[in-house]
Every structure is written in C-alpha cells, then in structure tokens.
C-alpha cells in the first residue's frame, strides 16, 4: 500500500477501516487517540468472525477437526508473533492479556527473587503499568526503587540514568517510547549499559510496536511487553517476549490447566515454555486477530510509514508553533506520534470536550503517568496521537478546532 513513489496511499489505507467512515454530530470523525487504542482494519475484523464461524474449539485438546484447526492458527499467530519482533524462537513468545499482564508476569516472578538493598531503576516517565507494577514488587521484596529523571524537554536524562546504575541494580524497566511525550528512548544503548552492570531489562513496547521494526535480539533487552489492541489487533490480548534462558525459570505467574506437567493431590510440576506461563483458556480468538493485524501492518513499507508519521508531526508541530497560547509538552529531539499540549488559561478536558463536539477524537488527562505530571508541573495535557490513517488534512482540522476551544474558553 504504497505508491509507486515510495510514499503511503493513505487513501486505500483508510478504506480499509470501516470505524474512520462516520460523522459524529455531523461532523466527520477525525481519530487522533491512537496512543490510546488503534483503530482495526477489515482484515482483523475478518480474521476474528472467521474464526467463530468456522473453526471456534478450544486448542491443544486436539481430539477433533475444529479443535485441532484453532490450534493450527493459534500456533501460527506465536509464530507470526515470533518473527515480526524477531525473537530467537517460538517459545519466547508468551499470550498476555496485554502489556499490563505481562508486565506484572515479569514483575511477579522478580518480587520472589529480589532483596533487600537491591535495586530496580525506571524512569520518570513510565507508564503506570510500568512502575506500580515495580514499586509493589520493591515494597514486597525489600528492594529499593530507583527513578532515572527526564530533563526539562522529556527526553530520558542519560547521564543521570548511567549514574543510577550499580552491582546493586538488579533490574531496569524502561518504556520504548513515551505514551505521555512521544519520547523514544535509546533502548539499544540503555539495554547495553544495564547489563553491563549484570541487570535483567524489560523495555515496556505498549507504544513502541506500531511504529516501525522492532528487533528485540538487536535491543539487547531480557523481556519486551506488548497489547495487540495499539498495533491494530483485538483487545485483551498482548504479549511477553523473553529470552528463552531467562524464562525458562521463570516463576510461574497463574496456575491451573495447560501450564502443567505432571499434577497429583501433594504437588505439582510445571510444563515447558511458553505453555508454563499460559494457564487456563487462552484468548484464542485475539492471537489469531493479532496475527491478522501484523500480517496486515507488515504489509505495508515500513520507511513510508514512518515517513508518513513524521510528516504529521512536523505539520502538527509547526501549527503549534505559530499558535499562540499553545504550548506543546514534550520536545525531545527523538520523538514519534504524540503531541502533548497544554492551551494556555483553559483545562485538558474542557478543550477535549469542544474537539469532540467538532468529531476530533483525542485524550486528555494524566495518561496513567501522574509523577510525570507532577515533574512537569502540569494538571494533564490534550494529547493528539497519530497513525498510519490519519492524513495532513486532519491535522489541520485539529488547529481549526483547537482555534475554536480557544475562543469558546479564553
Ligand atoms: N505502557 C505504556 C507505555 C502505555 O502507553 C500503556 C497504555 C500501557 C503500558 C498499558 O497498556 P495496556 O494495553 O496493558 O493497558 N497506554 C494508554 C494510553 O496512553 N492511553 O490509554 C492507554
């Protein structure tokens, strides 16, 4: 889905997501909430009502025909899985319900291992899915939870972050790419520094994925957590990629049916990767709707794509410029998708309101990540995030309507 010129035909794009083609108020949707959740396109939507309508059983039970056609097109979603992050193998590839699953899965296993005066280092710009889950795990363990600061534009302050890391740092948990700021964290390099201290590192993916190659042999990093829902796929399902040496002996995260080997009344044994960190019933149909998505994303060239999004940027950060009384949150030289922004005198949610009312979709508040709030000394902000369907025109129509919530609230 690219023209001849190397450039996205966002206009085949667009039509292949049936949720874009509606008016709301009689204004034609503009949807710049991506970092929220993405959009689906036909062919996931297609994948989903196939799999009820042709093939639902439960798999692994492999005593017949549709039993054992789910479980072929569940396998191969872990195998699409596998090689869109290019992980070493299949085993390494966990189901969650999303990142916030898997995270907890990593975090779980490390609260039985860690000590007091240990230390795990995030930053100040987690997610919360990426830090409570880490500030339970030291308050459990009795280690100690470290916090690398951003400097003032929200790029990650790497000095700082270097300094914080010792033979004490037993873990460090980074985002990928910022959901609040649009921050794109050198994850390579920080991966390399944190090992080279003896550290296990998860790079929390949630808003790293939809953007563009993600290798997770090439970062460096011990787990990578994903949700399929902001890649294009269904909700509720997500994924923990780990280095097979280090889940093999992972904790057991839930126990019950699939994750085991041998079971009597006294005790139990634990069964082989990935199956041993997968208990019960798994979101069948949402792997397979996953699958669909990435098959469906991969389809499309990935240098258009990010060429795509970084001309939504430029244009969105040129209008921001030249507005007065705007002021966008987050600068960092290296950032993708997200624009953050405050409108001078007027609160986030009363501009998301009036934007709404024209048919412009975007999210306003803390964006589960209230300490970053509190160091950058804002309530909250507007935040417009931006996908492979949204189109120039659209972002104009956001500076058309954000002219309006300025004049209806200055
Ligand atoms: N980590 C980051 C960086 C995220 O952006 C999110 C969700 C999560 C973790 C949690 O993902 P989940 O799928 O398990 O919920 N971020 C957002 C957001 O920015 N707006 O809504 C959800």
């Known amino acids: ?63 017949h025909h549709l039993s054992d056609e789910a479980t072929r097109r569940y396998e191969r979603a872990r195998d699409c899985v596998a090689g869109f992050i290019h992980a070493g193998n299949r085993k390494e590839v966990v189901w ?22 240990d230390e795990v280092l995030v930053t100040q710009m987690e997610h919360h899915a990426n830090l409570v889950t880490w500030q339970q795990a030291c308050l459990r363990s009795g280690a100690t939870l470290k916090v690398a600061p951003i400097l003032d534009n929200g790029a990650l302050d790497t000095d700082a972050f270097t300094e914080l890391l010792n033979e004490k740092t037993k873990f460090v ?24 201290v003896g550290a296990l590192v998860l790079i929390d993916g949630a808003q790293g994925v939809a953007h563009g190659n993600v290798n997770v042999c090439d970062i460096g990093c011990d787990f990578y957590a994903f949700s399929g829902h902001k890649l294009f796929g ?21 126990t019950g049916g699939e994750m085991i080997a041998k079971v009597t009344y006294e005790c139990s044994t634990w069964g082989e990767l990935p199956n041993r960190l997968e208990a019960g019933t798994p979101n069948i149909a949402g792997a ?18 990010q060429a795509h999004e ?22 960092a030289p290296n950032k993708i998708g997200v624009l953050s922004f405050i409108l001078q005198g007027t609160h986030p949610a009363d501009v998301g309101f009036i934007l709404d009312r024209q048919g412009i979709a975007i999210r ?30 659209e972002v104009d129509a956001l500076f058309v309507a954000l002219k309006k919530a300025q004049s209806m609230l200055g």
Request: glycine share 8%.
């Open 288 to 305: 397979i709707g996953l699958a669909a998505a990435i098959d469906w994303f991969t389809g499309l060239d990935c240098d258009a794509i």
């Open 1 to 63: 889905m690219t023209h001849s010129s190397g450039v996205l035909d966002v206009d085949s794009i667009r039509a292949q997501f049936p949720i874009l083609h509606q008016q709301i108020d009689g204004k034609p949707l503009v949807y710049l909430d991506n970092a929220a959740t993405t959009q689906k396109p036909q062919a996931v939507i297609q994948a989903l009502t196939d799999f009820y309508t042709q093939c639902n059983a439960n798999v692994h039970r492999g005593a």
């Open 173 to 196: 948990a980074l985002p990928h790419v910022s959901n609040a700021l649009g921050t794109i964290n050198p994850v390579k390099a920080l991966s390399a520094q944190a090992k080279s």
């Open 364 to 393: 306003t508040g803390d964006h589960c990540a209230q300490p970053l709030m509190r160091r950058l000394d804002v309530p909250g902000t507007a935040r417009a995030s931006f996908s492979v369907y949204n189109t120039l025109a």
């Open 310 to 331: 970084k001309a939504l940027m430029a244009s969105a950060l040129e209008q921001a410029d030249a507005f007065d009384g705007l002021k966008v949150i987050g600068n």
């Open 234 to 254: 269904p909700t509720g399902i997500g994924v923990l990629w780990g280095k097979e040496e280090v889940l093999q002996n992972w904790p057991v995260w839930q």
């Open 96 to 117: 969650t319900s999303g990142t916030t699953e898997s995270i907890n899965i990593v975090a779980n296993g490390m609260a039985q291992r860690l000590q007091s005066g």
